[in-house]
Each structure stands twice: as structure tokens, then as C-alpha cells.
């Protein structure tokens, strides 16, 4: 069984910056794709940014639009989300995932962290 645990949310004032952390217990921790969501008070579950094993990321444009950073620490087995220029929309519950290497899904969810942004 794997746990996730998620750390570094809180209150920000627009413009400011959080940084978010994952660490996992798997570990094979480094051979694994993981991921950052978040879902908004009354909004559908959003991809926000992945990091492969190897290094590779993936963001979401439209949402991100450049603002926000992820990376990993395989000695540490931690993927974080660096967030800058924050803004109120980006108020969310943030959770880190990881991505099955059999079925390509997300089968492990951490608990999430809280994140608001104030204007």
C-alpha cells in the first residue's frame, strides 16, 4: 500500500508564492510518474502538472499559464509544486497522485492541502 501525504498549503496574498510537497512512501519511487491536481470549491477535479521518473513535465497550460513549477527529490521521494503569481483562482485543494506504470490511471491519492489565495 502506498501513502501520499501532502504539505505547504495555506493562505496567500495574490501575487504571492507557496510551495507545495508530495512524499511518498513507495520505494520505487523514482520509476514512477507523478502528478498534481486540484479541485476548486464547486468545481470539477483538475489537472494541474506532471513529472515523469525521469524528469519530463507536463503542465496545463490554460490554468497554470506558466505560473507554477513541478519537480522531484528521488533521494527525498518528494515531487513538489512551486506556485508563483498567485492569484484567488487558483483557491483550490490541491492533491498529488501517482500514475499506475500497468494501467497508466492514478491509483494513489494523497489527502490534499488546502490553498487560498486573498485579494
Known amino acids: 500500500q502506498v501513502q501520499l501525504v501532502e504539505s505547504g498549503g495555506g493562505l496567500a496574498q495574490a501575487g504571492g508564492s507557496l510551495r507545495l510537497s508530495c512524499t511518498t512512501s513507495?520505494?520505487?519511487?523514482?520509476?514512477?510518474?507523478m502528478s498534481w491536481f486540484r479541485r476548486g470549491t464547486g468545481k470539477e477535479r483538475e489537472f494541474v502538472a506532471s513529472?515523469?521518473?525521469?524528469?519530463?513535465?507536463?503542465y496545463t497550460a490554460d490554468s497554470v499559464k506558466g505560473r507554477f513549477t513541478i519537480s522531484r527529490d528521488n533521494d527525498k521521494y518528494t515531487v513538489y509544486l512551486q506556485m508563483n503569481s498567485l492569484n484567488p483562482e487558483d483557491t483550490a485543494v490541491y492533491y498529488c497522485?501517482?500514475?499506475?506504470?500497468?494501467?497508466?490511471?492514478?491509483?494513489?491519492w494523497g489527502q490534499g492541502t488546502q490553498v487560498t489565495v486573498s485579494s
Open positions: 513529472i515523469s521518473g525521469s524528469g519530463a513535465v507536463t
Open positions: 513507495r520505494p520505487t519511487f523514482s520509476r514512477y510518474t
Open positions: 497522485a501517482e500514475k499506475s506504470r500497468v494501467s497508466a490511471r492514478y491509483e494513489y
